[in-house]
């Protein structure tokens, strides 16, 4: 029935028997203008059958464990559903329907529920978790695979039918450090782990004669010997030893995974050559170094005599010379020469008298008084003369090199003899008078 009064529209739906007449449900309804009309009627007539249906509608309550699953009814998706958000689907009409709950990585659960009119079924769903599968691999290949403890294979493998969860990995490989992963493992899926294991460092231990030599691995210096370099990544490394007044020492030498290598070198002194010539042979030739440690003592001349690389003190000498000292610098690879030429050393004259002192001259060069002088003359001959008031005197000899020599001047004359020395000049000088007299 419709009625307007004034702007409304007032609408009186009633669902009447047609056996009885009895009205089974009535709706109403207001509206205003004719626009709003046909929507009013739709919506009433809807009410209308709802209200009737109820009588033989139920309602469905589906709770999913142990995660959340999508539900489907008669294949249709009506929405998810969980344990602590059941999903309640209301206003069903009795009859059966097919329900099914679905979830990732869980088998799939199906059953024909049958609805009562006024009832409300419950169904708690508890899915089955699918067994999940993992792909091991490793870098290298061919490692040694543990999960839990338990041995499974060589890599690459897989494993199949594995529960959800959390599984621990253990890699080995012989020359490789071990390597440990902890993997997580979900229901219908294929998992997948790489174990990339690294390389067992290796040892080399340096030993060198003499030892404190610097020691360079790849260039870089380690330390100095005896030494043990650790953590050393396989392969091979050049190795070098260096040492003051030393050849350096190079070699390349290989370390393996995990092992130990043992590397010894003597190291040989560096040298030069020492050439001593002199114009006079048979110059002894002495070489020591600062402690005093003689290392050469022979006869000069000689050639290219080997000799450590440094400061040498070089002392030559030979009898009736002078002794020559000097501080000689040998290099590696090179010859130092010396020339030498020693000076004879000179003799020493002393001219000693018995009497007074009397005036010497040697060689017409004034020396001094008897008794005091020490002349220092070169070899060979020399002339010596004294002389006093009453006397004179000469002497000739030959001096050899370094010779001490000592001559004593003849006797003074007596007494008598000097007295007559006066008075013979005394008469000599009356006769020459006399005869300028004359």
Same mark, same amino acid.
């Given at each position: 029935?419709?009625?307007?009064?004034?702007?409304?529209?007032?609408?009186?739906?009633?669902?009447?028997?047609?056996?009885?007449?009895?009205? +089974?449900?009535?709706?109403?309804?207001?509206?205003?203008?004719?626009?709003?009309?046909?929507?009013? $009627?739709?919506?009433?007539?809807?009410?209308?059958?709802?209200?009737?249906?109820?009588?033989?509608?139920?309602?469905?309550?589906?709770?999913?464990?142990?995660?959340?699953?999508?539900?489907? +009814?008669?294949?249709?998706?009506?929405?998810?559903?969980?344990?602590?958000?059941?999903?309640?689907?209301?206003?069903?009409?009795?009859?059966?329907?097919?329900?099914?709950?679905?979830?990732?990585?869980?088998?799939?659960?199906?059953?024909?529920?049958?609805?009562?009119?006024?009832? #409300?079924?419950? $169904?708690?769903?508890?899915?089955?978790?699918?067994?999940?599968?993992?792909?091991?691999?490793?870098?290298?290949?061919?490692?040694?695979?543990?999960?839990?403890?338990?041995?499974?294979?060589?890599?690459?493998?897989?494993?199949?039918?594995?529960?959800?969860?959390?599984?621990?990995?253990?890699?080995?490989?012989?020359?490789?450090?071990?390597?440990?992963?902890?993997?997580?493992?979900?229901?219908?899926?294929?998992?997948?782990?790489?174990?990339?294991?690294?390389?067992?460092?290796?040892?080399?231990?340096?030993?060198?004669?003499?030892? *404190?030599?610097?020691?360079?691995?790849?260039?870089?210096?380690? *330390?100095?010997?005896?030494?043990?370099?650790?953590?050393?990544?396989?392969?091979? @490394?050049?190795? #070098?030893?260096?040492?003051?007044?030393?050849?350096?020492?190079?070699?390349?030498?290989?370390?393996?995974?995990?092992?130990?290598?043992?590397?010894?070198?003597?190291?040989?002194?560096?040298?030069?050559?020492?050439?001593?010539?002199?114009?006079?042979?048979?110059?002894?030739?002495?070489?020591?170094?600062?402690?005093?440690?003689?290392?050469?003592?022979?006869?000069?001349?000689? @050639?290219?005599?080997?000799?450590?690389? *440094?400061?040498?003190?070089?002392?030559?000498?030979?009898?009736?010379?002078?002794?020559?000292?000097?501080?000689?610098?040998?290099?590696?690879?090179?010859?130092?020469?010396?020339?030498?030429?020693?000076?004879?050393?000179?003799?020493?004259?002393?001219?000693?008298?018995?009497?007074?002192?009397?005036?010497?001259?040697?060689?017409?060069?004034?020396?001094?008084?008897?008794?005091?002088?020490?002349?220092?003359?070169?070899?060979?001959? @020399?002339?010596?003369?004294?002389?006093?008031?009453?006397?004179?005197?000469?002497?000739?000899?030959?001096?050899?090199?370094?010779?001490?020599?000592? $001559?004593?001047?003849?006797?003074?004359?007596?007494?008598?003899?000097?007295?007559?020395?006066?008075?013979?000049? *005394?008469?000599?000088?009356?006769?020459?008078?006399?005869?300028?007299?004359?």
């Amino acid at each position: 029935e419709v009625a307007r009064v004034d702007d409304l529209i007032q609408l009186d739906a009633r669902l009447v028997s047609v056996e009885t007449g009895q009205v +089974l449900v009535a709706e109403y309804a207001q509206v205003q203008g004719y626009r709003e009309l046909r929507p009013a $009627i739709v919506q009433i007539s809807k009410a209308l059958e709802m209200k009737y249906l109820r009588r033989w509608m139920g309602n469905l309550a589906v709770s999913v464990q142990p995660v959340d699953g999508e539900v489907y +009814l008669d294949d249709q998706f009506i929405g998810k559903s969980s344990l602590r958000e059941p999903l309640v689907i209301e206003n069903l009409l009795e009859g059966t329907y097919q329900l099914k709950v679905l979830a990732n990585g869980y088998s799939s659960y199906s059953e024909s529920v049958v609805l009562a009119p006024r009832m #409300r079924r419950e $169904i708690a769903v508890a899915l089955k978790a699918l067994p999940g599968s993992l792909r091991i691999q490793s870098e290298p290949v061919g490692a040694k695979v543990r999960m839990n403890n338990r041995f499974l294979g060589t890599t690459p493998l897989t494993v199949d039918t594995l529960g959800e969860g959390a599984y621990h990995l253990v890699f080995e490989s012989a020359g490789f450090q071990g390597l440990e992963r902890d993997v997580a493992v979900r229901s219908g899926q294929q998992s997948e782990v790489k174990g990339v294991l690294k390389v067992l460092p290796g040892m080399l231990t340096v030993g060198s004669a003499p030892e *404190g030599a610097d020691v360079f691995v790849d260039d870089r210096r380690m *330390g100095t010997t005896p030494l043990q370099v650790e953590n050393l990544p396989p392969g091979t @490394h050049p190795v #070098r030893l260096e040492k003051a007044g030393f050849a350096a020492v190079r070699d390349a030498v290989t370390v393996r995974p995990g092992e130990s290598v043992a590397w010894n070198a003597p190291m040989k002194r560096l040298t030069g050559t020492l050439t001593v010539v002199s114009p006079t042979d048979s110059v002894r030739v002495v070489v020591s170094d600062g402690t005093g440690r003689v290392v050469i003592d022979r006869l000069s001349p000689f @050639h290219r005599q080997e000799l450590e690389i *440094g400061t040498w003190l070089v002392r030559m000498s030979r009898p009736e010379h002078e002794t020559v000292a000097e501080s000689l610098v040998v290099a590696a690879d090179k010859d130092a020469r010396l020339e030498i030429s020693l000076s004879e050393l000179p003799a020493r004259l002393s001219v000693v008298s018995r009497g007074k002192a009397a005036d010497v001259w040697v060689d017409g060069a004034y020396a001094g008084r008897s008794g005091q002088n020490l002349s220092v003359l070169p070899k060979g001959p @020399h002339e010596v003369r004294w002389s006093t008031f009453f006397d004179q005197g000469s002497d000739s000899l030959t001096l050899k090199p370094d010779e001490r020599r000592a $001559i004593e001047m003849a006797p003074p004359p007596s007494r008598i003899d000097r007295l007559w020395i006066p008075l013979g000049l *005394g008469l000599s000088a009356i006769l020459l008078f006399l005869a300028g007299g004359r």
